[in-house]
C-alpha cells in the first residue's frame, strides 16, 4: 500500500540508503531532485560561456588548451546531470525548452562578464572552488544517480580549481599590471561567488525539506562559512585581499565573519536582471536553433536503422 512505500522510503533515507530510480519516492522528493538537477545541469551548460568567451584570446598555446579542456568538461558535467534527471522521469529537450524560455534557473554566478584573462583564473580558484564545498556533501544525498555523478564532478572540479589558482600564482609573479588585473577579478568576483551558495537559511524556503529528504546534507549558510574559511588563506598565500572590510577572524565562533552579502542583487540576477543574462539566453538559445539539424539527422537516422533491424 502507499503507506508501507512510504514507510519503506523514510526507513532507507534514515539508514542512509540511496533512493534509486525504480523506487517508490513522494511525488515532492521527485519534483525537488528534478529541480536540483536540472538547474545545476543548466548551470554547467550556461557556465561554458564566460570562460569560453577567451579560448581564442587565450595568452599562450598552453592556457589555451588547458582553458579547451576544462570548458569541455563542462559540458560532460551538463550531460551526466541531464541524463541523471531523465531517471527521474524528466525529458531533456523539455528541460532545455525551459531554460532558453526563462522558467528553469541555473546559478547566478554566470551572468558576470569575464573582463580580462585574470577572471578566467579567478572562476577557477572562486566559482569552482564554491562549487567543490557545495557539491561534495552531495556526493552523498539520497538520490543514488546524482550523488554518483557528483563524485566524478568533484574530481574535476578539483582539478579545475587548481587549475585557476596555478594561473592566478603565475600572474601574480608577473608584472604589476598582472597584480593589478587579478585584484581587480577578485574584487569583481567575491560577492558573487558568496552568492552561490543561495539565499541566507532564514530566507530558503526549500532546505528544511531538502535536509530532512538528506538530499541537501547542509544549509546554505553553513556551506558559505565554510568556503569564507578556507578563501581566507588561500588570498593570503596568494597575496590578494578580498573586498570585505569586516572579513575577520572570530576567535570566538573559529570562524571568519564577513560583512553583509546585497540580498537585493542576488534577487535581481536571479530574476533575469543580472550584467549578462540576456545575452547568456540567447547564445543558448541560438546554439539550439542552429543545432536543430543534427538533432533531426540524428533522429531519422536511428529510425531508419530501427526499421532495418
Ligand atoms: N543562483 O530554497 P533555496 C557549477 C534558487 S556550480 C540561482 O535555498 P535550494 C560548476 C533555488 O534554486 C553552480 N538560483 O534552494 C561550474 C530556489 O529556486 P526555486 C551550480 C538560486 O535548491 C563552475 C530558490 O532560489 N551548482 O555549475 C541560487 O535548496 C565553473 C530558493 O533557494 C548547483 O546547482 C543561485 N545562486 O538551494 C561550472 C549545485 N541560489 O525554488 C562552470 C546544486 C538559490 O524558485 C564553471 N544545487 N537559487 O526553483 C544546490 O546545492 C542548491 O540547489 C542551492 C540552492 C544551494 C544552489
Redesign the pocket.
Known sequence: SEEDLQAHFEHTIERDQRIEPRDWMPDGYRKTMI??IA??AH??II??Q??GDWITRAPSLRRKAILLAKVQD?AG?GLYLYSASTTLGADRAELTDKLINGRQ??????NYPTLTFADVGV?GWL??G??IC??VP?CRSSYGPYARAMIRICKE?SF?QRQGYELLMTMMRGTEAQREMVQDAVNRWWWPSL?????PDAE????AQ?MAWKI?RHT?DE?RQRFVDMSVPQAEALGVTFPDPDLQWNAERGHYDFGEIDWSE?KR??SGDGPCNAERIARRRKAQEDGAWVREAAAAHAAKKGATA
Open positions: 529541480r536540483q538547474q545545476h548551470s554547467e557556465g561554458m564566460p570562460e563542462e558535467h534557473k541555473y546559478s547566478s554566478i554566470f572562476i566559482v569552482d564554491a562549487a557545495n557539491q552531495l572540479e579545475h552568492m552561490m551558495f543561495g539565499p530558503s524556503p526549500n532546505t531538502s541537501k546554505n556551506l542576488l540576477v536571479i
